[in-house]
């Protein structure tokens, strides 16, 4: 996984200060329907997330296997397991959704505890997420340290 943090405005796109590149790579649950945690940041307490969203830049997809077709994403915590992004479709054959965005009902969020952030990969029956050797996903948060307004 990649991580790129933008410092200012100027270089952050369209708000969102944190991106997390997660390719087929960082995919490597290897048991049958099991889904796997990735860890995208680690927030101190007093940070607000705004807002929150994914881009599937490559489709996922087991190349020789047109029978997986279902590679499932959640982005939540440890109190919300899709606090930022509810489940959505990447695998190409399934019906994959290339953009989404959080559920307005759930954020803004302000964390009060340090928070790991999470992006769950979900497979399906007779299936693993480490067979998946093509695609890739960008997911951005909008954050903002509360601790510091004065």
């Known amino acids: 996984m990649t991580t790129t943090t933008f410092r200012s405005i100027n270089e952050s796109p369209r708000g969102y200060n944190h991106r997390f590149v997660v390719d087929h790579t960082d995919l490597t649950e290897t048991t049958d329907n099991t889904a796997q945690e990735i860890t995208l940041i680690t927030l101190p307490a007093g940070t607000v997330v705004k807002s929150a969203a994914y881009y ?3 489709k996922l997809e ?6 997986l077709n279902t590679t499932t994403l959640i982005v939540g915590d440890s109190g919300d397991a899709d606090r930022y992004i509810n489940s959505s479709e990447l695998n190409v054959n399934g019906t994959e959704v290339v953009y989404a965005a959080n559920d307005a009902s759930k954020l803004p969020f302000v964390t009060t505890a340090s928070t790991a952030i999470k992006a769950t990969f979900g497979s399906m029956a007779s299936k693993d997420l480490a067979s998946i050797d093509a695609g890739e996903v960008w997911i951005y948060l909008e954050t903002a340290d509360i601790t510091t307004l004065k």
Request: glycine share 0%; no cysteine; net charge negative.
């Open 56 to 58: 599937l830049k490559t």
């Open 62 to 67: 087991d190349v020789s296997d047109s029978a």
